[in-house]
């Protein structure tokens, strides 16, 4: 079967970094997406890998090794703003997007 | 561009109603999506369309039809509402094919069945 894992709840402190790890394992691979979701909107994309390495955009960095089905976002410099849950999703061998269950993302001051 | 719009915003049925949501896009997207998301769960795949006049079942399909009799316009029907159905339903569209092109969500739609 196909599945997406990620931690459920982290928190982290304002101005800190935050690393939020997802796992998966999928009938093929055309890319990782990383969303962020407000309580009570919609996702909104945050990035996409689909090669192994590094991408970084401003604040936010989202890293991808294929043979090991991880990847993390890497968030900086946090701000309240971030308070959000994170959702990873996986593209398939049929260009269908497999969606984790999200991590909520707590910032205190 | 309005982008991905839904209408209605928030709903309560009875159960054994029926009801029809529906997403429009102003963006001339090939791709359009029905999802439903529940607390501690995925956005989990109701239906698709890859272009005007075709559909197809994602992952959780029962109890639902859909129908895009316009490419700009996707809708959502509950024949017979269950409580199991309140949820709330996310729309997307995507541009086409390319991996890298990302999904549009429209608003949501909240959903009570009682």
């Known amino acids: 079967g196909q599945n997406i894992d990620q931690p459920t709840e982290m928190t982290a402190t304002e101005g800190a970094i935050v690393q939020i790890n997802c796992t998966y394992q999928t009938s093929g691979f055309n890319g990782l997406f990383w969303y962020q979701q407000h309580a009570g909107e919609a996702p909104t994309f945050l990035s996409y890998?689909?090669l192994d390495g590094l991408e970084e955009k401003g604040r936010f960095s989202s890293f991808l090794s294929r043979s090991k089905g991880y990847s993390y976002l890497l968030l900086k410099e946090l701000q309240m703003k971030d308070s959000a849950s994170y959702l990873c999703?996986?593209?398939?061998?049929?260009?269908?997007?497999?969606w984790g269950a999200g991590t909520k993302l707590i910032i205190k001051p | 561009n309005a982008g991905v719009t839904q209408t209605p915003k928030f709903r309560v049925l009875k159960t054994g109603q029926s009801m029809t949501l529906l997403c429009a896009q102003d963006?001339?997207?090939?791709?359009m999506y029905w999802y439903r998301q529940d607390p501690g769960m995925g956005l989990r795949l109701i239906h698709y369309?890859?272009?005007?006049?075709?559909?197809a079942k994602g992952e959780v399909p029962d109890g639902y039809n859909v129908s895009r009799l316009k490419k700009q316009n996707f809708l959502l029907g509950l024949e017979s509402a269950a409580p199991s159905q309140t949820s709330v339903y996310f729309c997307?569209?995507?541009?086409?094919?390319?991996?890298?092109?990302?999904?549009?969500f429209g608003p949501g739609t909240r959903l009570l069945v009682l």
């Open positions: 963006m001339n997207h090939e791709y």
């Open positions: 369309s890859v272009g005007e006049g075709t559909t």
């Open positions: 999703a996986v593209m398939d061998s049929n260009y269908q997007l497999i």
């Open positions: 890998n689909v």
């Open positions: 997307a569209s995507r541009p086409g094919l390319a991996d890298q092109e990302t999904q549009y």
